[in-house]
Every structure is written in structure tokens, then in C-alpha cells.
């Protein structure tokens, strides 16, 4: 039987909008690297990713990648749930990384390199009137009874909507605004 075929990847990886490096995968031995992007490397100004990551021309190892890469990634028990939904197996970090890396907590994103980045955050925010919102949460708008949503199946259907799924609660991105002189 021949030896299993080894899964590469590649996935850009943005600090607050701004290409910051390539994050690289080979299924054979699990191996993660990351390698600032040369542009960013030699911008003294340039913040790194982490105090583990300083900004430097070398890449980093499998260690140092995969410690800072899979604590931007929902908790185990998260994990667990969502893995059977994508197909993947709850320790695949580069997987999860792949498929909801867009809209990881924080200000780093990871993109495969044939998508385009997505820009400025406020310019992607899509503003609701109450029944839209309710519309898309499947809730009945009089009932105002947004703390009750159990469950948004995974994939989205829509293709340029992201969830966020990192952290310990299961939670929606929403946000409430009150304008002046309305209820």
C-alpha cells in the first residue's frame, strides 16, 4: 500500500487588516511554520503578532507556530462540536484555522492566499433595523427575546457571512444600539 499523500496548506495571516505573514501546513509530522512577510519584516514599525512571535525574517518552527496559532481557536469543547459539522478532527489546528480563521477573536486573521483580505472591519459592519435582525436569527421581533437563540447551524449559507465561534460561551455577533430620542 502506498505511503498516505501528505496535505499541504497556506494560509495568509493579517494583523488588523494588514498582510502580516504566511502560515504553512504538511500533514507529515503535523508541521506548522510561519514566516513574517518580507514587506512587513522590514517595517520597524510593524507590531508583532505576539510577544512569542517577534518580527523577524526567519521563520518560526512547529512549536512556537502551533502554541500561539491554536489559542486562536475555540476551546476543546467547542472544537468537539464543530468538528463533526466541518469534517475535521478537533485536534486538526490548521483545519480549524482554515475554515473559521477569517473571524478569529482579536485582531488576526488568516485567509487562504486566493482570497482577498478583508479590509477594515468598520467597513464590512452591516447596519439592522430590529426585523431584519430578527429575520436572520429566526426570531419573532415582538418577543424580543434575543438571549434565547440556541443554535446557528455551521457553514453559514451565506457566503460573505462570518460567525465568530471563539470562546467559551456560545454567543452570536450582534451588537445593540440605541439612536437618541427612539426606544
Known amino acids: 500500500m502506498p505511503?498516505?499523500?501528505?496535505?499541504t496548506g497556506r494560509l495568509d495571516v493579517y494583523?488588523?487588516?494588514?498582510?502580516?505573514?504566511?502560515?504553512?501546513?504538511?500533514?507529515?509530522?503535523?508541521?506548522?511554520?510561519?514566516?513574517?512577510?518580507?514587506a512587513y519584516a522590514s517595517d520597524p514599525s510593524a507590531p508583532p503578532l505576539s510577544f512569542s512571535l517577534p518580527v523577524r525574517a526567519e521563520p518560526y518552527g512547529t512549536e512556537r507556530t502551533?502554541?500561539?496559532?491554536?489559542?486562536?481557536?475555540?476551546?476543546?469543547?467547542?472544537?468537539?462540536?464543530?468538528?463533526?459539522?466541518?469534517?475535521?478532527?478537533?485536534?486538526?489546528?490548521?483545519?480549524?484555522?482554515e475554515a473559521l480563521g477569517a473571524d478569529c477573536a482579536g485582531a488576526v486573521s488568516l485567509r487562504r492566499p486566493d482570497e482577498p483580505a478583508l479590509g477594515d472591519p468598520e467597513e464590512r459592519l452591516l447596519e439592522l433595523d430590529e426585523a431584519e435582525a430578527a429575520a436572520i436569527l429566526g426570531q419573532d421581533p415582538e418577543t424580543k427575546a434575543f438571549g434565547a437563540i440556541r443554535s446557528i447551524p455551521l457553514?453559514?449559507?451565506?457566503?460573505?457571512?462570518?460567525?465568530?465561534?471563539?470562546?467559551?460561551?456560545?454567543?452570536t455577533a450582534a451588537s445593540w444600539r440605541e439612536r437618541l430620542g427612539q426606544s
Open 3 to 7: 505511503p498516505p499523500a501528505i496535505r
Open 66 to 97: 502551533t502554541g500561539f496559532f491554536a489559542n486562536l481557536l475555540p476551546p476543546d469543547v467547542v472544537r468537539r462540536k464543530l468538528g463533526p459539522i466541518l469534517h475535521l478532527s478537533r485536534h486538526n489546528v490548521f483545519g480549524f484555522l
Open 15 to 38: 494583523l488588523l487588516g494588514r498582510l502580516a505573514g504566511r502560515l504553512d501546513y504538511a500533514s507529515r509530522g503535523n508541521e506548522m511554520s510561519f514566516a513574517y512577510d518580507p
Open 155 to 171: 457553514p453559514v449559507a451565506e457566503p460573505d457571512v462570518l460567525l465568530e465561534a471563539v470562546g467559551d460561551l456560545v454567543k
